[in-house]
Structure formats: C-alpha cells, structure tokens
C-alpha cells in the first residue's frame, strides 16, 4: 500500500495578505498628498514624500480614484478630492481656470526661482469678504511644514481680506468705495502690499492677479522675514514677473473660450 502524504491544513483565504500593512501603505500615500499640499502633485513628487515603491503608490493612487478619494485632473498627477463643503464653497470664488496646468506650472517656477513659498489667493465676497488659498507651491520646505500649525494653516488657507497682503492687495485693486483708504491707495500705486504672514516668523509679499481687466487675485511669496526685508525689491520684481506671465495665460485663455463659438458654428 502506497503511503499517502500527510494531510496539511488548509491557510485561511487571507494568508499571506498583511491587511494592516496594507492600510499602512494607504494611510502613507494619503499623509505625503496632505504634507505636499492643495492642488494635484506628481506622482513621482507623491513616491518620494511616501518613500513607497513606484507600484505600490500608483496603485494606491488608482483605488483612490476610482473610490472618490483622489482625483486626477491631468495624467500623472493626482489631488485629495474636496469635501462636498469644499466643492460648494468653492463655486461661490472668482474662480481661475480649474487645476490649470499652465497657472501650476508658473507658481512652481516662481517656487523654484526664489527657493521659497508661492500661493495663489482667490476673493469670495459673499458675506464678509474673504482671500481663500487655491493653490501652493512650497517646495516642501521643512521650516515652512514646521511654522504651519493648525491655526496657522486654517488662517493661510482662509481670512478676510483686510488681515494680510494677500488680501490687502485684492481689497486695494477692488472697483469700490473701500479702495480710497490710505493705506490701500498706496498699495494700488506701489503694486504689491507686503505684511507679516499667517505663519509665526514668515513675511508676505502680494501682488494681484487680473484676467483682462478683471481682477481674480492675488500671487504671494511667503518667506522668513529677515531673508524679505532684505530681498524685497528683488522679490517683488520676480512675484510680479509671475502675474504677469499667468495673467497672459489667463487672457490666452479667454480669448480661446471667445473665438470657439464662431469656429463651432461655422463647421
């Protein structure tokens, strides 16, 4: 008689899955989005924050599209979805063409350029009037993360418009009675407004943002304050450069949206 090997027992279906390391991967990807902050990153910028495997975080990245916890608004780039309360707010801004390539592109020029921390601002003026952060570029700069506390990002992510320059500049530029203010005379003239920032230590420099003639924002450069005083007019040369350049992709923009019309009905 044949010996017969002996019986083994069966592994339960989810041996050799390590759900809780799994959750840890996810958890990782969604901290390195949060840490790189508002706005869609690339994933190679994702993969290096998280320090997971390429497949791994795409992966990941993928599920989270697919579930409505990440968006992806160009190839390679991924974003935290809005909250519902996010995405209703945010009908209510001047809005600047959604998650615009082009407009992230220059921020991050801006960035790379003076090697500090550039924010676009949008104003919403329903109720008290208010700067709300659409986007920034930071480089990930340690001491930037580190000056961000809870209450110093709720602050640079939203406040009404008279507390600080990026909202000074908006208010300054506004077709309206409030504009006559001294303070926002000069900065109307001078073209930019400069004041402490949200974050303890850090300075603001702002310059506002038009499409045409109509104004949208503003451009800020968050940077220590030592290091702005003493780069000021260099700063606000480069901030300006970078309104400049979105402003024509902006007005590019419109221009397009103006001749489509004709162009559809003559086909």
């Known amino acids: 008689m044949t010996a017969q090997p002996p019986l083994r027992a069966h ?44 497949s791994s975080v795409h992966r990941i990245l993928q599920s989270g599209v697919h579930t409505g916890t990440y968006t992806q608004p160009k190839y390679g780039h991924y974003a935290v979805a809005p909250t519902p309360q996010q995405a209703a707010s945010s009908d209510f801004l001047t809005a600047l063409p959604a998650r615009s390539p082009a407009i992230s592109e220059e921020l991050g020029h801006l960035q790379r350029r003076t090697g500090q921390v550039a924010a676009i601002h949008s104003q919403l003026l329903i109720g008290v009037p208010t700067r709300v952060c659409v986007e920034v570029a930071h480089g990930r700069r340690s001491d ?27 208010l300054a530029n506004l077709d309206d009675g409030a504009a006559s203010a001294p303070i926002l005379r000069r900065i109307r003239i001078q073209g930019h407004a400069v004041t402490r920032a949200p974050l303890a230590g850090w300075s603001m420099l702002s310059v506002p943002l038009r499409r045409g003639n109509i104004l949208v924002g503003s451009i800020s450069l ?8 003493r780069r000021t007019e260099r700063i606000t040369d480069v901030t300006m450069d970078a309104a400049a350049a979105m402003a024509r992709h902006l007005e590019h923009v419109r221009a397009i949206r103006h001749v489509l019309p004709p162009l559809v009905q003559a086909c």
Do not use: C, K, M, N
């Not at 930037?144 to 908006?170: K, T």
């Not at 968050?222 to 005083?229: S, T």
């Open 11 to 54: 592994p339960p279906e989810d041996a050799g899955t390590d759900h809780s390391s799994s959750a840890a991967r996810a958890y990782q990807v969604l901290r390195a989005l949060l840490e790189l902050g508002p706005g869609a990153h690339p994933l190679s910028d994702v993969i290096t924050s998280s320090g997971l495997p390429r």
């Open 144 to 170: 930037f993360a580190a000056a961000l506390s809870a209450e110093a990002g709720a602050a640079f992510r939203q406040a009404p418009l008279h507390v600080d320059a990026a909202g000074l500049v908006i």
């Open 222 to 229: 968050l940077a220590p304050e030592a290091h702005l005083a």
